[in-house]
């Protein structure tokens, strides 16, 4: 019966010196009791990984370097999640399981022998669809790409490996990586943990599901208008979007252009921090890459009570559903207390959807037109729309959209001159049904594309700076809320330090804690529902 036995796992071989080794202790304790499976199975059965599954990266880490677990057993531990959960939530697509065993094999042994061990040493870790990982394909949830086996890591998967993570499989996304929700043709449609008729968002969809499942500790996302923020909101987890150049970019088709960057993505903020510290570091080949901020080696405990916030619940453009608006001044009246001062108050933001649409349509020519031009049917719809809003525009639009661009990244910057950190609504909307496949109106006001319900991120990619969404207790429909945190430009350490205090603040309070998924539920659905795989192409 439940919390009739003791947890097996040997916590205390944790060294005296750890600081934090009586709060994993007790929350290892804590999962034990709760588990009804494990308490009646014998340590190394399934019902063991059960808890490992749930516990954060740094938990795991810390009990790897202790020898208080394997990696052996942390990875099996995700191996039986993805197996019970992955065919209902579609989280993972192509995956390595043989070789991420031997590597988790490789890892024990080298914990073993009393090698120095790299900060992510044996966790498992999922890769986006849409980056490189030798072994297996990259296909961008597309037909185009369903046989393109790769051979060679990309860096940040290598600069990953490195640091000791073992790479489980790939994340789902929409298809080519555009797209409201974490569906394709290919693989299916990824849904949301904490209801399943839900979507996930996207386009790091199947990342965010992953993490909120259990199914891996760490996994890493990319972001140009919401892709890493927006699925964190919906499912319950933290992700920050790097100012750009703190974590090197191999991938982004405009060297030069600070949207599409990679990030790390947790259950918790400070798992999202570990990884980003991993991440982060200068290459010559991004021409954005800054030097690595030693304070990703320093964590501190910022003092909120000194901090000046601004508060925006529309950054001044962007449409809000009156549900998420109203939750958002209800949890912010909470949050304020924590520190000195609180203030109406964003930049000027007034151009940010006519400058987006035209940056973006540059990209989507130079990275689809070719496609578009040989064989139109076999992108994706959303791709299609960018296409050809693209070609509609001229070197005028283009020369304004650079130069305005400018002017909003200083105003930005300017603005926390007299700020330390901006507060917003993580999403505009809550999680939607499947079947809405994107929001057509908020408050009734129809949305010109599938992208326009996303303008509270794009508006603060188009600022520059580095943004932590995290979660924020339930919002009006009892799924997910997440805040958005926008900090100074090329201040991330400290940014993830500030995500770190404040989630520890809100897990006091059941209305700002983190919600869980009720994984039970979710085994008895899994068990009894088909496979949600190879879904038809939907049209926006």
Not at 48 to 56: C, H, R, W
Not at 256 to 266: L, R, T, Y
Not at 421 to 444: K, M
Not at 510 to 530: C, G, H, Q
């Amino acid at each position: 019966m439940a919390g009739t036995a003791s947890c097996p796992i040997n916590v205390h071989s944790l060294p005296p010196s750890a600081g934090d080794r009586g709060q994993i202790c007790a929350r290892l304790d804590s999962i034990c009791q709760l588990s009804t499976n494990f308490v009646e199975l014998p340590l190394g059965s399934k019902g063991q990984t059960a808890v490992l599954a749930d516990l954060s990266a740094v938990e795991l880490r810390h009990l790897i370097g202790s020898k208080a677990i394997s990696p052996v057993e942390v990875m099996q531990a995700s191996l039986d999640r993805i197996s019970d959960l992955n065919g209902l939530l579609v989280a993972f697509c192509d995956m390595r399981p043989e070789a991420a065993m031997a590597e988790a094999k490789e890892a024990e042994a080298a914990v073993m022998r009393g090698d120095a061990l790299p900060p992510l040493h044996g966790l498992p870790i999922g890769i986006k669809d849409m980056n490189d990982v030798a072994g297996l394909r990259t296909t961008y949830g597309s037909h185009l790409y369903k046989d393109n086996l790769i051979t060679t890591d990309e860096f940040i998967v290598a600069h990953l490996k490195r640091q000791g993570a073992i790479v489980v499989g790939k994340t789902n996304i929409p298809e080519l990586g555009f797209g409201a929700t974490s569906s394709n043709p290919l693989w299916g449609t990824t849904c949301n943990p904490h209801d399943v008729r839900f979507t996930a968002a996207g386009s790091s969809g199947g990342t965010a599901v992953a993490l909120a499942s259990g199914m891996v500790p760490l996994a890493m996302g990319s972001d140009f208008a919401g892709s890493l923020r927006t699925p964190a909101a919906f499912n319950g987890i933290t992700g920050i979007r790097p100012s750009a150049g703190t974590v090197a970019n191999e991938r982004r088709a405009f060297g030069f252009s600070p949207f599409n960057v990679e990030g790390p993505m947790g259950r918790e903020a400070q798992d999202a921090r570990l990884l980003l510290a991993a991440m982060a570091g200068q290459q010559s080949f991004d021409p954005l890459s800054q030097r690595r901020d030693p304070g990703f080696d320093a964590p501190t405990t910022p003092d909120l009570a000194g901090l000046r916030i601004a508060i925006s619940e529309d950054l001044g453009f962007c449409p809000i559903d009156n549900g998420v608006r109203a939750t958002f001044q209800a949890k912010m009246a909470q949050v304020v207390g924590f520190f000195r001062s609180a203030e109406d108050a964003c930049p000027d933001l007034s151009t940010v959807e006519r400058v987006l649409q035209v940056m973006r349509s540059l990209e989507f020519l130079y990275d689809f037109k070719p496609i578009y031009e040989r064989d139109k049917a076999a992108l994706a719809p959303n791709v299609v729309y960018e296409v050809e809003r693209a070609l509609t525009l001229g070197i005028p639009d283009a020369a304004w959209a650079l130069g305005e661009h400018a002017r909003i990244h200083r105003a930005s910057q300017a603005f926390f001159d007299g700020f330390d950190l901006l507060f917003t609504p993580a999403a505009s909307v809550p999680p939607f049904r499947h079947e809405d496949e994107w929001p057509r109106q908020i408050n009734g006001e129809p949305m010109a594309n599938y992208l326009r319900w996303e303008a509270i991120a794009y508006g603060v990619t188009l600022m520059g700076n580095p943004a932590v969404v995290i979660p924020c207790g339930k919002g009006p429909d009892g799924l997910p809320f997440g805040l958005q945190i926008v900090g100074p430009l090329h201040r991330d350490a400290w940014l993830a330090d500030v995500a770190v205090a404040l989630e520890a603040l809100f897990a006091r309070d059941p209305e700002l804690s983190r919600p869980r998924i009720d994984v039970n539920t979710l085994l008895k659905a899994a068990a009894t529902t088909k496979p949600n795989t190879q879904q038809e192409r939907k049209t926006p």
